[in-house]
């Protein structure tokens, strides 16, 4: 089933759940083990094209995975959440969509305000801003605390699916994965 039922997510957006979360999470680990690589190093550079590839791959998925989700209704949760962990939740989902949109943009800004190009798999982007160093810090840090919120709730998302599924007992994690 390509769109979604009363009871489970279809393909299209478990497809695009997928490969947000596996981009994600490897942006977030290719960022992580950088500074494990000596500064200069080609491995140290892998990490950062990596996070910068997984990062625009998230931004090349967001804007169709927004349509989808307003286009097909949410499955419902069985038994039905109460209104404070179902605002919770939207929240939460609003959150993380949000930072899927706006922390790839900082980092093209951040990469383009220290002088260089920046290519999504071969593809030059068009520079955004030019260098310097005001914009680059501010950008930079903007960036890097709002990556370190997405952590927290990626985190959060993954324990509360495991939270509904393994003590509350509801369909949360079902709709998603199935049984």
Same mark, same amino acid.
């Given at each position: 089933? !390509?769109?979604?039922?009363?009871?489970?997510?279809? !393909?299209?957006? @478990?497809?695009?759940?997928?490969?947000?979360?596996?981009? &994600?999470?490897?942006?977030?680990?290719?960022?992580?083990?950088?500074?494990?690589?000596?500064?200069?190093?080609?491995? @140290?550079?892998?990490?950062?094209?990596?996070?910068?590839?997984?990062?625009?791959?998230? #931004?090349?998925?967001? +804007?169709? @995975?927004?349509?989808? @989700?307003? +286009?097909?209704?949410?499955?419902?949760?069985?038994?039905?959440?109460?209104?404070?962990?179902?605002? &919770?939740?939207? #929240?939460?989902?609003?959150?993380?969509?949000?930072?899927?949109? &706006?922390?790839? !943009?900082?980092?093209?800004?951040?990469?383009?305000?220290?002088? $260089? *190009?920046?290519?999504?798999?071969?593809? *030059?982007?068009?520079?955004?801003?030019?260098?310097?160093?005001?914009?680059?810090? #501010?950008?930079?840090? *903007?960036?890097?605390?709002?990556?370190?919120?997405?952590?927290?709730?990626? !985190?959060?998302?993954? #324990?509360? +699916?495991?939270?509904? $599924?393994?003590?509350?007992?509801?369909?949360?994690?079902?709709?998603?994965?199935?049984?």
């Amino acid at each position: 089933m !390509i769109f979604n039922s009363p009871a489970k997510y279809g !393909i299209m957006s @478990r497809f695009f759940h997928g490969f947000c979360a596996v981009s &994600v999470i490897a942006a977030l680990i290719f960022i992580e083990i950088k500074p494990y690589f000596p500064k200069g190093g080609d491995g @140290r550079a892998l990490m950062q094209y990596a996070h910068m590839q997984a990062g625009l791959f998230v #931004l090349w998925l967001i +804007a169709p @995975r927004i349509l989808w @989700r307003s +286009a097909n209704s949410e499955p419902a949760v069985d038994p039905a959440q109460g209104r404070f962990i179902k605002a &919770v939740a939207n #929240l939460t989902h609003y959150m993380l969509y949000a930072l899927m949109l &706006v922390l790839p !943009i900082l980092g093209v800004l951040t990469w383009q305000a220290s002088g $260089h *190009t920046v290519d999504f798999f071969g593809i *030059t982007l068009p520079a955004i801003v030019g260098s310097g160093a005001e914009v680059k810090t #501010l950008v930079k840090s *903007t960036h890097e605390f709002l990556g370190n919120v997405m952590l927290y709730l990626v !985190i959060l998302h993954v #324990l509360a +699916a495991l939270w509904h $599924h393994f003590v509350v007992k509801d369909t949360t994690f079902i709709r998603m994965f199935g049984r």
